[in-house]
């Protein structure tokens, strides 16, 4: 499944998806947690995005792999350890990633409703200060896995594109 598009190598077609999508999401995850009035309208581009990404990391992966069982000239066998370290670090990255991002937009959601509620006339829960404090922590960690997803999205395009044309 991995090895082959229409005769083709599957790598070089399905890492074009990675290329788009990681960089994207990080983006899109960071806007998220620092431009607060644009959350309504990115919540489910961030939710889609979190599956996609890391499925596009994993497809280039697993095609990267199936290429790597081919022959290679020996001169490139330190180049292509690189770049499957890389990658290999930008799938977790991305995994990471989503799974913070995924908790922050459903805290977010959360914390909507209970400004709603609040402004109905209900009384807001003291639990208020905690939930802020969780979405601090959180909105850290999105914004440190976006940085990490984007660093080893970089290398691994790098030390790509270097094996290809250099």
Not at 7 to 21: E, I, K, T
Not at 82 to 96: I, N, R, S, Y
Not at 132 to 152: C, E, N, R, T
Request: aromatic share 10%; hydrophobic share 60%; glycine share 8%.
């Amino acid at each position: 499944m991995f090895d082959e598009l229409n005769g083709l190598p599957a790598h070089p077609l399905l890492v074009h998806a990675a290329v788009v999508f990681v960089p994207l999401f990080a983006i899109l995850a960071i806007a998220f947690v620092v431009l607060p009035f644009l959350r309504s309208r990115l919540n489910w581009i961030v939710v889609t995005l979190a599956i996609v990404a890391p499925g596009a990391a994993f497809f280039a992966k697993e095609s990267g792999k199936k290429l790597r069982d081919k022959k290679f000239p020996a001169e490139l066998t330190d180049a292509v350890k690189a770049h499957q370290d890389h990658g290999e670090k930008l799938l977790w990255a991305v995994c990471g990633l989503a799974l913070v991002a995924l908790f922050f937009v459903a805290l977010d959601a959360a914390s909507r409703r209970v400004k709603a509620q609040a402004a109905e006339g209900a009384a807001e829960a003291p639990a208020a200060r905690g939930r802020l404090v969780i979405m601090i922590v959180f909105g850290v960690l999105v914004l440190v896995g976006a940085g990490l997803s984007l660093w080893y999205a970089y290398k691994t395009g790098d030390t790509g594109s270097r094996m290809v044309w250099g």
